[in-house]
Structures are given as C-alpha cells and as structure tokens.
C-alpha cells in the first residue's frame, strides 16, 4: 500500500510521561490551526486498593485548556495491557472522537470469553467513535494523518501518521531497547516483523514517538527518535536482521517475561474504550480469571 506521507508538515508534540506505567502520553497540535489529537492517555490506578484518580490526564486537559487548543481526536495506537486509558474522561471535559484499530474486534472476541463477558458486552467496537482500517486518512485541523495497521503486539496494533510525525504504540521502543512482545493472544513474532519493516519504510527523517520507555542501562526516559536511528541501532531489528532471526529471538525472549502488572484491569478497560466494566447493579467492577492468561 501507498502511504499519503507529507514530510512539510511539522505538528507540534508534547509528551507527558507517566511514571507508575512508563508511558508516554502525546499532545498533537496542527501547525496550521489550534486543532489537536491526543495519544494514549493514561487513567492513574492502584491495582491494590481498586482506586483510580485523573492527575495524568488533568495534567493533558490543562494543557489543552491553557494554550487554547481544540482536541478533535483520541487516538488508542491498540488496546493496552499496561495501563488504562483515559479517553472516555478526557472526552467529557474536551470532546473529540475517540478511535483505535479495527481489528479491536478480534481483541474483543478473544478477551470477552476470557473474561466471560455475556451478551452485553458488545464485540463489535461499537464503544468506539472511529475504527481505522489500513490506510485509512482523517484530518486534525488542516492535517492530513492516516493510519498503518501493524500487528504483531496485538492484532489492532496501529501506527498514526500526523505530518513528520510517527506514533509508534507498542510496536517499536527505543533502538537501545528493541521491540515489543509478541506473545498476547492473537500475538505473533512473525507478523511483528513484518509490521517493523513498515515502519523502517517510512521517510527516514520521520520522527518517531514511542508509548513506553524504561531507561534502557540506567539511561535518561527518552521517547523521540527517528526512522534512520532505528534502522541503523535497534538492537532487534536494525542493520538488517532476518525474520527468522527475530522470530527466534523474540519468541525465546517473550518465554521469560513476566505477566504485566496491569494487564488484568487493563484489558477489560480498553478494550471497552476507557470505560470500567460494571455489575448487575451498575457498580464498576473487574474480574480475574484464574489460569486464563
């Protein structure tokens, strides 16, 4: 596929990192307007005392509010299994849309029978404003943006395109820090490959913006690079490795890692567009599924 890539247009990004996830959060403003999308926001959570709270995504609202700016769209690069998004809330204070892959169906079938979810629970992405299908273009002000579907991390993975500007999800980190897993359901190290090689074919000026960073060696948080610096130095996929070399490595990898500390309230979160699950009496509620994942 032809990608609609404009290089001239430089949007302005601001990152807000967030600490207890490690995941960077995006302001995308239009150069030409003071229209902007907001990236993967964070909903703040204490898994043990089943509280959350909005300090990371007050501090994106005040943001907005502060520079005059009219949020238009909500972008969830897949659904997280890290951390909670925010969207529904910051939707209620701002507006916009809120949109994410496509392929969120396929989550939603896999995780409603893992979590036992009954008929209620629609597995149509309905919870959703937009479903973006590979190359699919929409517009933030007078910028044109699409969206490449990457799977691999997940099968709704999807890589935003605004002007010079890549966010990448969980689909790439940092080249000191590689890639991401590719051992979810519905996962698949081959098809993160493949995904990869997508992304290292764009311009390779392109900057790039990542959704996690854990300071690789000890290092500063960092989140921007470009596609160049990838293709030159990641330690997983540059300087020409194989697939077959990546698949090895990553599935080997991917054995030793540990479940993600969220990944229980996360899912059945995002996978409902930011918004908690809730009883027969209407009160928010999660389960766990013993031996499900």
């Not at 690069?77 to 949109?99: C, E, F, N, R, W």
């Not at 392929?103 to 079938?109: A, P």
């Not at 993600?260 to 009496?281: A, H």
Request: aromatic share 10%.
């Amino acid at each position: 596929m032809t990608y609609p890539i404009n290089m001239d247009v430089k949007p302005e990004v601001t990152a807000f990192f967030d600490d207890a996830t490690n995941t960077i959060s995006y302001v995308v403003k239009d150069p030409a307007s003071n229209a902007c999308a907001i990236v993967d926001s964070v909903l703040d959570f204490d898994y043990f005392s089943g509280r959350i709270a909005y300090d990371h995504a007050d501090k994106m609202i005040a943001f907005v509010q502060d520079n005059n700016l009219k949020l238009e769209w909500l972008i969830e690069t897949h659904v997280h299994a890290d951390h909670l998004s925010a969207a529904p809330y910051i939707q209620d204070k701002l507006g916009g849309k809120i949109g994410i892959g496509a392929e969120i169906i396929t989550v939603q079938e896999v995780f409603g029978k893992i979590f036992n979810e009954g008929t209620e629970f629609q597995r149509d992405g309905s919870q959703f404003d937009a479903l973006f299908k590979d190359g699919d273009t929409y517009k933030i002000g007078e910028m044109d943006c699409f969206a490449m579907h990457t799977p691999g991390h997940t099968p709704a993975c999807m890589v935003h395109v605004m002007g010079d500007a890549a966010f990448t999800g969980d689909t790439l980190f940092m080249p000191d820090s590689g890639s991401a897993r590719a051992d979810f359901p519905g996962g698949d190290a081959g098809d993160l490959y493949d995904s990869i090689q997508k992304i290292l074919a764009l311009p390779d000026d392109m900057r790039l913006f990542m959704c996690h960073d854990y300071g690789a060696g000890g290092r500063d948080i960092k989140w921007e690079t470009t596609v160049a610096e990838e293709k030159a130095n990641n330690i997983h996929v540059g300087k020409g490795k194989t697939r077959e070399d990546f698949i090895k490595f990553r599935t080997e990898r991917d054995a030793q890692l540990a479940v993600p500390k969220l990944i229980i309230p996360s899912l059945q979160v995002n996978m409902r567009g930011g918004n908690l699950p809730t009883d027969d009496d209407g009160n928010p509620m999660l389960k766990v599924p013993v031996n499900g994942l």
